[in-house]
Structures are given as structure tokens and as C-alpha cells.
């Protein structure tokens, strides 16, 4: 097979290739990224130049560019993962949210109508589904729960994911849909709740809690998630959406005091920070649908996915540092020195 992943020089794309390379060794992969803050060309050093995978660098946006790849390249699979995913730099900004999330993916879609797919997969997000309160642990969202997003980035989530199930209405084009929940594993950018306090707590450098830290995420190991989408690619139905996670829900704080335990590092660096506008409560994932139309289950405990990711980011310091004392350190100043 012939598939095309954008967004590939990014977090879980990146992990995507590197699980599929590993798993589908005859696949030919194709990866196309902008290379915006966010995609970095070094996570992909391993692979740049082996036979079987190739890098191109283009705007999903861009309908010219996307046009002739398609055109030259006549992938059998595309795997949308290019996006904007911060949601605080969209509630800054979200012009390039809408541009990119929105315009991008509709640009894809009008390019596997114009030159044909065998299938279209677009990964989201279980934000889509907006927030649930913390007094009703009974509840999770399901693949029925209604669309009803917090931030610019849900939004524009929200919307692509519209866009896909209308096209797949409308022209029959092949589609799948994936709502994951928080990822954390290697080469996740260090903005991020994870990458940020281990870097931080790394540097002595105050961890910044947002509110008071009682807000809770369902966290699933990257891998967890590429052995998702390649289960939904090989058997999952075409129009159907499929919910991903692995019920782990934490609370921020106890995220953050874990990372601290783990590199034996003071809770005194612990800061809290002003509150994220808009802040979404909680996420929590029901994925009885995926398990049992496909048999998925996540196979890592977060005992262990944790301490592997914090020893990957002992073990790649150089990977982190440089982002960290590059451009990001702008963004840094500007987010959270007056919070
Ligand atoms: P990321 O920010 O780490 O990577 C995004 C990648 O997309 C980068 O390589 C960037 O250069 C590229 N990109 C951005 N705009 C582009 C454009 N216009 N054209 C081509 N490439 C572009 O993001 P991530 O955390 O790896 O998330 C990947 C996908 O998974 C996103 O669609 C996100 O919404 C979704 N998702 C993320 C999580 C999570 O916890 N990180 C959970 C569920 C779903
Ligand atoms: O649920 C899936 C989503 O998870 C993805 O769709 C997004 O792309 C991804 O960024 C992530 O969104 P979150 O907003 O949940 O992730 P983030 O790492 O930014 O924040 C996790 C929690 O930690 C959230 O409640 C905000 C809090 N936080 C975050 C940062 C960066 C802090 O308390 N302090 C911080 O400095």
C-alpha cells in the first residue's frame, strides 16, 4: 500500500510512521508537513533516506501543491494528522486553526474525490465532544454523544470532522473518523502538560499548574493509538467514527507530582498558574465500540508509559533542548511570564 501521512514530522504522526514502518514493512510511505514550530525534520532522521519512506514538504492548505502530489504520487491511503493542536495558542490566535484544521482537510477531501483513495482517515480528537463535569464519573463520551466544543481548536475539529462525514454522504467518498484522548510518549512537543513539566522540573524551573489543577485528561500511550488507526485502516467501515482511550483518567496535579517523583524533584516547584479560558473540566473516553468491532485494547499501563516517556526525555535531551532554547523560549515568555 501507498499512504500518505500528513502532519508526519509532528508528535503522533511521527510515532504513525515509526509503528507502520515497524508493523507494515512492504507499505511505501509518504510524508507531507509544512514544518510549522510544531514538525521537526530531526524526529524523522532515522528514516529520512531508507527505501520505502519519502518526505515532502507542502501546506495541506495548499490546493495546487496537494493537487499535483496527488496527481504524481497516486496514494491508496491518506492519514490526516496535520493540524494545529495546541489549544492554548488557538484561544491566541485561531485564524491558522480554522485555515489549516478546516480549509487544509477540505482540500484533502476535494483531492481524494478529484484523483480517488481507497481511504480517507481523519484523526480528531476526543475535545470535539466538548467537556464532561467532574461530579459524574457514571459519564464518558460515546461515538452518539453531540458535537460541543470549548476552544477554537475543538472547533475547528469539530468542523473538519463535519466536513468528512458530509463528504462521505454526499460523494461517497471512503472515510473513517478517530476521537482519541490525550497522547503522551516520545517526541511530543515540549508546550504540552507532559513535556513541559519534565522539562521544566529538569531545569528546577517552576511547574505551571493552570487553575487548581483538578481538571482531568484520559491519557493513552502514542503507541496505543497508532495500533488504533491501523486496526480502523485495515477493518474499520467506512463512515463510521471510532472513539479511542484507555480509561486512564488522572487529574493534572497527580500527573505532575508523578513526573516529579519520578525524577526525585520537589513538590516546591509545583506553581499555580492563572486558569485557561474556556478550560474543559474533563475528558473520558468510552471505547467499548473499537474494542469490540475491532479488538482494540491499549496494550501499555500508564505506570509504565510514563516512566519510559520521562526516560526518553532523559535519553534525547538534545531532541527537547534544542526547541526549548530556540523560538518556543518567545512563546514560553509570552504565556507564562505575567500568569
Ligand atoms: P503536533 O502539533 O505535534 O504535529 C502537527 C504536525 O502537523 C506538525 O508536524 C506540523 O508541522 C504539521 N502541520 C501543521 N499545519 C500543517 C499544514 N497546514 N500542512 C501540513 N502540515 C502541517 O500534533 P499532534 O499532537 O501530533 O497531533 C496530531 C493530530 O492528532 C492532530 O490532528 C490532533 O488534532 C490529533 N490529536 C492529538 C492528540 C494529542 O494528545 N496530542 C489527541 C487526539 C488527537
Ligand atoms: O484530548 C485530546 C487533546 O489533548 C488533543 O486534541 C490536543 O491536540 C492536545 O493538545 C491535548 O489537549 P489538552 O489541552 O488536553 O492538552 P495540554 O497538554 O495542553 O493540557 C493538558 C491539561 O494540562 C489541560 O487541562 C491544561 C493543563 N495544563 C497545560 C499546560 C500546557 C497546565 O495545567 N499547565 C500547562 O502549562
Known amino acids: 500500500m501507498k499512504i500518505l501521512i500528513t502532519g508526519g514530522a509532528g508528535f503522533i504522526g511521527s510515532n504513525f510512521i515509526f509503528y507502520m514502518r515497524e508493523q507494515r514493512p512492504d507499505d511505501e510511505l509518504l510524508c507531507l508537513d509544512k514544518l510549522t514550530y510544531a514538525?521537526?525534520?530531526a524526529t524523522l532522521e532515522s528514516v529520512m533516506d531508507?527505501?520505502?519512506?519519502?518526505?515532502i514538504h507542502a501546506d495541506i492548505a495548499d490546493r495546487e501543491a496537494v493537487y499535483h502530489i496527488f496527481e504524481q504520487e497516486k496514494?491508496?491511503?491518506a492519514v490526516n494528522f496535520a493540524a494545529e493542536s495546541h489549544v492554548d495558542r488557538s484561544i491566541e490566535n485561531p485564524s491558522?486553526?480554522?485555515q489549516t484544521n478546516v480549509m487544509g482537510t477540505q482540500v484533502l477531501l476535494d483531492a481524494c474525490r478529484k484523483y480517488g483513495i481507497k481511504r480517507y482517515h481523519q484523526v480528531s480528537t476526543d475535545e470535539v465532544y466538548g467537556d464532561l463535569p467532574l461530579d459524574r464519573p457514571d459519564l464518558f463520551f460515546t461515538e452518539a454523544t453531540p458535537l460541543h466544543t470549548s476552544s477554537p481548536y475543538s472547533a475547528s475539529k469539530a468542523s473538519a470532522d463535519l466536513l468528512c462525514s458530509a463528504y462521505h454522504r454526499t460523494y461517497g467518498l471512503p472515510i473513517t473518523i478517530s476521537r482519541c484522548s490525550n497522547n503522551y510518549g516520545p517526541y511530543q512537543f515540549p508546550e504540552k502538560l507532559i513535556p513541559l513539566m519534565i522539562a521544566n522540573a529538569l531545569a528546577d524551573k517552576p511547574l505551571p499548574v493552570y487553575g487548581a489543577g483538578m481538571n482531568v485528561r484520559d491519557w493513552l500511550?502514542?503507541?496505543?493509538h497508532c495500533a488504533a488507526i491501523d486496526l480502523i485502516l485495515q477493518n474499520g467501515k467506512c463512515g463510521e467514527v471510532y472513539n479511542i482511550g484507555g480509561?486512564?483518567?488522572m487529574r493534572n496535579i497527580d500527573i505532575v507530582k508523578t513526573i516529579l517523583a519520578i525524577l526525585g524533584k520537589t513538590e516546591r516547584l509545583i506553581t499555580y498558574v492563572a486558569d485557561r479560558k474556556g478550560h474543559d473540566m474533563r475528558y473520558a473516553i468510552d471505547p467499548a465500540f473499537i474494542h469490540k468491532e475491532?479488538?482494540?485494547l491499549p496494550a501499555t499501563k500508564f505506570e509504565d508509559g510514563i516512566r519510559r516517556t520521562v526516560q526518553w526525555y532523559l535519553d534525547n535531551r538534545s531532541w527537547w533542548e534544542n526547541i526549548v532554547n530556540g523560538e518556543y523560549q518567545t512563546y514560553y515568555e509570552r504565556m507564562y511570564a505575567n500568569r
Do not use: A, M, S, T
Open 39 to 41: 514538525g521537526n525534520l
Open 50 to 55: 531508507k527505501p520505502g519512506f519519502r518526505f
Open 247 to 249: 480509561h486512564n483518567e
Open 96 to 98: 491558522v486553526f480554522l
Open 294 to 296: 475491532l479488538g482494540w
Open 221 to 224: 500511550y502514542v503507541e496505543d
Open 75 to 77: 496514494p491508496e491511503i
